[in-house]
Nanobody
Framework: QVQLVESGGGLVQAGGSLRLSCVAS????????MGWFHQAPGKEREFVAA????????KNADSVKGRFTISRDNAKNTVYLQMNSLKPEDTAVYYC???????????????WGQGTQVTVSS
């Protein structure tokens, strides 16, 4: 059974930084892409960033380019999202997901974590 557990969310002032972590278990971690998505109240879940199994290829949403960095440590079965220069509009629940491809459509990802809340105050 695949399990994903996120951590690292919290309250931060605009311009600050947070690092989210997601630990995976239940299958060969390095074989699969990992992604981060966020969902604000009343809005649909949106793609943030994704990374290939080897870590050699990444993709970011335009809204986070230059501010967020996705990385992974396959020895620790962990994917990270380093978030810098945070803005109030980044406020959302952040979810990690695992799947076969680096795609931006949430329904194409197979497994999801429970989410971690990120709140950015102005």
């Amino acid at each position: 059974q695949v399990q994903l557990v996120e951590s690292g969310g919290g309250l931060v002032q605009a311009g600050g930084s947070l690092r989210l972590s997601c630990v995976a278990s239940g299958r060969a971690f390095s074989w699969y892409a990992m992604g981060w998505f966020h969902q604000a109240p009343g809005k649909e879940r949106e793609f943030v960033a994704a990374i290939s199994g080897s870590g050699g290829f990444t993709k970011n949403a335009d809204s986070v380019k230059g501010r967020f960095t996705i990385s992974r440590d396959n020895a620790k079965n962990t994917v990270y999202l380093q978030m810098n220069s945070l803005k109030p509009e980044d406020t959302a629940v952040y979810y990690c997901a695992t799947g076969a491809l680096l795609v931006q459509i949430p329904n194409d990802w197979a497994y999801w974590g429970q989410g971690t809340q990120v709140t950015v105050s102005s």
